[in-house]
């Protein structure tokens, strides 16, 4: 929870100090709640690149909660309403506690407990940083456009263990820089997906 | 330019996360696919990690301090460094390279 509040932090801070309304950060964390996926569109804009690039890159990345929704389908809860709501609450973290609950009364619990308590987090402290983020006159002096890349590396750095997903990422991450000062801004991030050839199995398995 | 992001995202995250519970009866995702997208968000993830390390923007444009301080933040993360201090390591790295004159 203490990293989620320093993402989140971070996320309002570094939002505000780029010059965004004080209003995106804080709608995007209530009606998004993906943080990778908010970081990754506020890294394609603060790059150059336009509002498609940014929800292009956002919903790939986000594509991974189609999976999570099938996965924790059953620990929603009865009712469409209740079924809406806990669908918004899917994250990570949760789906990794429903695909590890034992017990079969427990899934249900645990899903909406998790759900409610990194909404809660995550979102004050978008706010808290979007505060703070207005303070702040010099953010090159504090080094704060290291924190972007910083984070989004600390939030893979997990997935990284995998030697295929690895050997795409490297392939992807050259793949975007090495295009960077060709293509127009945000494609080459989009562009790194061919490094996914390098990662995936072949088809015939 | 943010109200379509704002909409754009909203829209097509919460139509994945309501994927699930509205055709779970009928479809399933294979293992396949579902690493394919993990894999996928992993790799535009890092790519973004690349990119805005070389480039922060118009505003900032390439910097050494920068790429120094989330080089060295990124190698102590691989070694195990947790999430919180790798975000201070680099920060800390990039602005103590600025005081001592490293654009």
């Known amino acids: 929870m203490f990293a989620y509040a320093l993402v989140g932090l971070s996320f309002g801070t570094l939002a505000i100090s780029a ?41 790939v990345i986000n594509a991974r909660l189609i999976a999570y929704s099938f996965a924790v389908r059953d620990a929603l809860g009865a009712g469409s309403a209740t079924r809406l709501a806990g669908a918004h609450l899917i994250t990570d973290v949760n789906t990794a506690l429903v695909l590890g609950a034992r017990d079969p009364e427990r899934p249900q619990a645990l899903f909406w407990r998790a759900g409610i308590a990194v909404f809660a987090v995550w979102n004050i402290a978008v706010a808290a940083g979007v505060a703070f983020g207005g303070r702040i006159a010099d953010t090159q002096a504090l080094g704060l456009d290291a924190v972007l890349p910083a984070i989004l590396f600390g939030l893979i750095r997990p997935a990284l263990n995998d030697g295929p997903t690895a050997r795409a990422c490297l392939a992807g991450a050259s793949l975007a820089v090495l295009t960077l000062p060709w293509l127009p801004a945000g494609a080459p991030v989009l562009l790194s997906l061919a490094g996914l050839a390098v990662g995936l199995p072949p088809a015939q398995r | 330019m943010w109200i379509p992001i704002v909409v754009g995202l909203t829209v097509g995250t919460l139509a994945f996360r309501l994927a699930g519970p509205l055709i779970g009866g009928v479809w399933r995702p294979g293992r396949r696919l579902e690493s394919g997208l993990a ?65």
């Open chain 1, 19 to 59: 010059g965004l309304p004080p209003a995106v950060p804080i709608l995007l964390s209530l009606l998004v709640f993906a943080g990778s996926a908010q970081f990754a569109a506020l890294g394609v804009v603060l790059g150059g690149g336009g509002a498609l690039a940014a929800v292009a890159v956002g919903l």
């Open chain 2, 39 to 103: 894999m996928a968000a992993t790799v535009m993830l890092a790519a973004l990690v690349a990119t805005s390390t070389v480039d922060a923007g118009a505003d900032t444009g390439p910097s050494a301090a920068r790429i120094a301080g989330v080089v060295l933040a990124c190698a102590a993360a691989w070694r195990g460094l947790s999430l919180p201090w790798l975000v201070i390591a680099a920060a800390a790295v990039t602005a103590g390279l600025r005081v001592l004159g490293v654009p």
